[in-house]
Nanobody, 128 residues
Framework: QVQLVESGGGLVQPGGSLRLSCAAS????????MGWFRQAPGKEREFVAA????????KYADSVKGRFTVSRDNAKNTVFLQMNSLTSEDTAVYSC?????????????????????WGQGTQVTVSS
């Protein structure tokens, strides 16, 4: 059973940065896709970013392009989300999700219903 553990959330001032981590363990495939999603209070969960383990392609929501960077450390089975220039609009619970199929493609990476496993979520609060 795949397990995902997020870390790195917290309180940050507007304009600041945070780095989230998501460590995967259990029965991960060799070429999974890891996605990041977020849910703000009163809003639906939305796609943030995704990365493919071997090919390394990345995908971003328009709202975070140029500010957020997703990366991976394959040796540690860990994916990171570097978040810069944070604003109050980025306040949310951030969750990582894993799609274990090697054939999972770029087009589907933003679709939360396509992911098999989810982490517990970590709170990110941007406030002065």
């Amino acid at each position: 059973q795949v397990q995902l553990v997020e870390s790195g959330g917290g309180l940050v001032q507007p304009g600041g940065s945070l780095r989230l981590s998501c460590a995967a363990s259990g029965g991960t495939s060799s070429d999974y896709t890891m996605g990041w999603f977020r849910q703000a209070p009163g809003k639906e969960r939305e796609f943030v970013a995704a990365i493919k383990r071997i090919a390394g392609w990345t995908k971003y929501a328009d709202s975070v392009k140029g500010r957020f960077t997703v990366s991976r450390d394959n040796a540690k089975n860990t994916v990171f989300l570097q978040m810069n220039s944070l604003t109050s609009e980025d306040t949310a619970v951030y969750s990582c999700a894993l799609q274990n199929s090697g054939s999972f493609g770029f087009a589907s990476a933003s679709l939360e219903g396509k992911y098999d496993y989810w982490g517990q979520g970590t709170q990110v609060t941007v406030s002065s």
